[in-house]
């Protein structure tokens, strides 16, 4: 193979100025390695329980916890003082691009993963003014770059065996030793040859960490990889489209309805052969159930997008997936949509807790879907207990919980060379990969939604690689309302909105944090960065940060004992990236039809790439 | 052990663009104080442009180079989604060699051929001329697809709209990048027998159908299918910047002035010409 790049043209950015002579000492390290991550949750709600230790100091896994909760039992801020919040530090990553994702914090260090070319910097917490520890620095490929889909975005990291382990743009896994940024081991996961990238936030469950690749655009196949956390070696990957044997469907394979059974459905559900290029991929989150040990994740688009190619449900595409933790053999799936016509990825947090619903305990599974809906189902068997819209939808009315299965409107499905108007929501969806957050304590999901639409139009020649080709023009645009974005506090049981923060002007593409203070966090495009009272949604403070938020909120006890909040902000990620100055604002189906919807946020950010920590 | 990064270290750059400018070969026929005139191209991309410049666009390059008395500088980069915002948008080209004439995010200059796209079936079977052959209906039938944005070659809408899909056998537009000319995958199939008949856009099926060892046939498709009504043919120009009208008109001006020496390069790659290129 030769190379296609003899020498790149490097841009040396204000990073290393940020790097004075660093220090190599050992750093006192607080002996958590294995410690447990919590403790009580304090008073739930409605027969709440949660399932696993929830964030109470450190944060150590990408969503703070195995349930995908994003809630942390730190009260010390709290609505009667979080008006007092004020910025303690901030620093550079030295990154202009979308900051999606967040940093870990344990041992008195805060570890930020960057977007491409994706560096590990550890900042020592017990000295003022974000005083680097060390930086590690992967030099992913470059060639990744061009090939992902929708700015270089990295999700974070995981810690587990004195590692800090996250995923490279050019479809490696590295595990780094969070003691001194050296290289632990690095796996090559995918080949960007192909259009594989890979931008999730891995998930390490006992001895296993989990990631899944990014793609479909490049008809890539989707899958679940598990490496061993100990040596980086592939001990077994499920691909979610193709033959059983591939998808690890076995004689526990149990799905609720009978639209997900049979034999064979990631090859029969497609025309022949095209699961190969069958998209499927896993770009959002992983949780895990330790009583079932099960863990669950959600698959993209299928491949090609152009649903006239692939007439059939096109298995696993959108769909919520369970899978044993220890073989990765799939127990149950559900697919939300069959025969994806709208780019409604399902890759979205799926949220876990236990609570009583229609009269008895059950285990539940909460996503707040692309599609519009709030599914809940019975994290033990698949069964969707309810869907209900969150935000305005039209591609259907409702789900029989008979069958599962969508009561679709006809006239929004999409077709090559078909005008459709007035889709709700756009392909961007309700919400994207940006996860919401939930409280045992008002039994509340918060979660960033969007209120946007798509005009699904003519066809116009378009090129690629020296073909030409033709295309749907789509047009993404506000939906109706009033309003672009919203923080939903939604109730799970009973399937209703409580409250609702609507954004005027963008979509809410920022993760959330719900704490013990009942204050809940969350930032905007524009780069207001927020606390508002979790049961009433009354906005309690507010601070104007450098750029546009797309990154999740943390909190954490710093090595002084007090409780901090900490956010990037760095506008970019799909719809953020029309704030990049090489984006056109004039033609509105650039990045994906999502200008349209995006064209004013130029006027109110610009890229950035600043850690933020408020403290009291 | 710890990893120590001095401050301004090589460790701290960022590539962003998968950039490098590589001046191609002197030419005597360069002003020397001329500014370059510099090329946009997919480093893998036969029969359009490689790295070693053999492309049929690298030679038309040359050509236009000539007539400006500007040295050609070429910046590779693989042509992926945002390949135009992120090279001639973004300024760090002024030329990009193929779009369709009626491409808006660029300013096209006038087109200088119009192709076809074709079938591709071995020499042994009678030649494919529509989407309507029987023959097609058990076939297995080579397409290329893109996979983006509802986005695909106008024969896979074709094979659709005839409910052909299980005959469809999909080959990704980017192929195996790893590879020498990664898009050749679906011509090589027709040889190899994994696929019985590829539909593909010609300047592709032209050039490698030439280079296989086993002889195959060539035959354009319908210019307008009957069902779907997509257009087959397609009008191809160069692009500049839309700030760029003077290199516009100076390529204009080479074109028609040219116009026999880039139809003998196009020819010379097997590129199927059909109609007049306006």
Redesign the interface.
């Known amino acids: 193979m030769r190379r296609v790049f003899p020498r790149i043209l490097s841009v040396a950015l204000g990073l290393a100025t940020a790097l004075n002579a660093v220090s190599c000492s050992k750093h006192q390290r607080h002996e958590a390695e294995g410690a447990p991550l919590a403790t009580e949750p304090g008073p739930a709600a409605g027969g709440i329980r949660l399932i696993s230790d929830v964030s109470s100091g450190e944060w150590r896994m990408p969503s703070g916890d195995f349930g995908n909760l994003r809630y942390s039992t730190l009260d010390s801020i709290r609505t009667s003082n979080v008006q007092n919040l004020r910025v303690v530090t901030t620093f550079s990553t030295g990154v202009p691009n979308g900051h999606e994702g967040q940093p870990l914090v344990l041992n008195g260090t805060m570890y930020v993963v960057t977007p491409f070319p994706n560096n590990l910097i550890a900042v020592d917490l017990s000295k003022p003014g974000g005083a680097i520890r060390w930086i590690y620095e992967p030099h992913p490929d470059s060639r990744a770059v061009g090939i992902a889909c929708c700015d270089v975005v990295n999700r974070g990291a995981a810690y587990a065996d004195g590692k800090i382990i996250y995923s490279l743009l050019d479809a490696h896994v590295v595990a780094v030793n969070a003691d001194d940024g050296t290289e632990a081991w690095r796996t090559k996961v995918g080949d960007t040859n192909i259009g594989e990238t890979l931008t999730g936030a891995p998930l390490v469950i006992k001895d296993k960490v989990l990631i899944g690749n990014s793609g479909a655009e490049l008809g890539v196949r989707g899958y679940v990889a598990a490496l061993d956390v100990k040596s980086g070696k592939e001990l077994w990957r499920a691909y979610n489209t193709g033959p059983d044997t591939d998808v690890k469907i076995g004689p526990n394979f149990k799905p609720f309805y009978e639209k997900d059974r049979g034999k064979d459905l990631g090859v029969s559900s497609w025309p022949s052969e095209q699961w190969k290029l069958g998209g499927s991929t896993v770009w959002g989150w992983f949780s895990y159930d330790p009583e079932t040990n099960l863990f669950f994740y959600g698959t993209g688009n299928p491949g090609v997008w152009n649903p006239d190619l692939r007439p059939g449900d096109n298995k696993w595409s959108c769909s919520i997936m369970a899978r044993d933790a220890d073989t990765g053999e799939l127990r149950w799936a559900y697919q939300a949509t069959a025969h994806d016509a709208w780019d409604y990825d399902e890759i979205m947090e799926n949220l876990l807790v236990d609570a009583e619903y229609g009269g008895r305990p059950r285990k539940l599974l909460i996503h707040p879907g692309r599609t519009g809906f709030v599914y809940v189902l019975d994290r033990e068997n698949g069964e969707l207990l309810s869907a209900a819209k969150y935000q305005p939808t039209n591609w259907a009315s409702g789900y029989d919980l008979k069958t599962g299965k969508p009561n679709e409107e006809p006239s929004k499905r999409t077709h090559f060379g078909v005008v459709t108007q007035g889709i709700c929501p756009s392909s961007t969806g309700a919400k994207d990969v940006i996860p919401s957050s939930f409280s045992p304590r008002t039994g509340l999901v918060y979660i960033p939604a969007h209120n946007t639409c798509m005009d699904y139009e003519g066809t116009e020649a378009n090129y690629i690689a020296g073909t030409p080709y033709l295309g749907a023009s789509v047009r993404m645009y506000q939906g109706p309302g009033g309003y672009h974005g919203e923080l939903v506090a939604w109730d799970p049981l009973a399937g209703r909105k409580v409250w609702g923060a609507t954004d005027d002007k963008f979509p809410i593409y920022s993760g959330v944090l719900a704490t013990a203070g009942d204050v809940v966090f969350f930032g905007t495009m524009d780069g207001w960065f927020k606390a508002v009272d979790a049961r009433t949604g009354t906005e309690l403070w507010k601070f104007h940060t450098a750029s546009g938020i797309v990154g999740n909120p943390i909190t954490y006890l710093g090595p002084d004992g007090k409780q901090y909040v900490a956010i990037y902000s760095g506008i970019g990620g799909w719809m953020g990236a029309v704030a990049f100055p090489t984006i056109s604002a004039d033609d509105p189906e650039a990045a994906l039809g999502v200008v349209g919807a995006m064209k004013d946020i130029k006027k109110y950010t610009a890229p950035g790439s600043t850690v933020y920590v408020f403290g009291l | 052990?710890?990893?120590?990064?001095?401050?301004?270290?090589?460790?701290?750059?960022?590539?962003?663009?998968?950039?490098?400018?590589?001046p191609a070969r002197q030419r005597a026929a360069a002003s020397p104080d001329a500014p370059p005139l510099r090329v946009c191209a997919?480093?893998?991309?036969m029969p359009?442009s490689n790295?070693r410049a053999e492309g049929f666009e690298n030679r038309i390059a040359d050509l236009v180079g000539r007539e400006l008395a500007r040295r050609v500088d070429y910046l590779?980069?693989?042509?992926?989604?945002?390949?135009i915002?992120?090279t001639l948008?973004?300024g760090h080209c002024d030329l990009i060699m193929?779009?369709?004439a009626?491409?808006?995010?660029v300013l096209a200059t006038r087109p200088y051929y119009r192709s076809t796209y074709v079938f591709v079936s071995r020499r042994r079977d009678q030649p494919v001329a529509s989407f309507d052959d029987p023959r097609l209906k058990r076939w297995r039938i080579g397409i290329?697809?893109?996979?983006?944005?509802?986005?695909?070659?106008?024969a896979?809408?074709a094979l659709?709209?005839r409910r052909l899909?299980?005959?469809?056998?999909?080959f990704?537009?980017?192929g195996?990048?790893?590879?020498?000319a990664p898009?050749r995958d679906v011509i090589d199939a027709v040889v190899d027998g994994r696929v019985d008949v590829a539909a593909v856009?010609g300047?592709?099926a032209g050039y490698f159908a030439a280079h296989e060892p086993k002889p195959l046939v060539v035959t354009p498709t319908p210019a307008t299918d009957t069902l779907?009504r997509?257009?087959f043919t397609?009008a191809?120009a160069m692009g500049v910047r839309r700030d760029n009208p003077s290199l516009r008109e100076q390529l204009n001006g080479i074109i028609v002035r040219r116009h026999g020496e880039i139809a003998r390069i196009l020819q010379e790659y097997h590129v199927p010409l059909v109609g007049s290129s306006s």
């Open positions: 052990m710890c990893s120590v990064f001095s401050r301004g270290g090589a460790a701290a750059a960022i590539a962003f663009l998968a950039i490098v400018i590589v997919d480093p893998n991309n359009f790295q590779w980069q693989p042509q992926r989604r945002g390949f915002r992120t948008s973004a193929g779009v369709p009626s491409f808006e995010l290329q697809l893109t996979g983006d944005d509802y986005d695909n070659p106008p896979a809408q659709a709209r899909f299980n005959q469809v056998r999909g990704m537009v980017y195996d990048y790893s590879r020498e898009e856009w300047p592709i779907t997509l257009p397609f191809i």
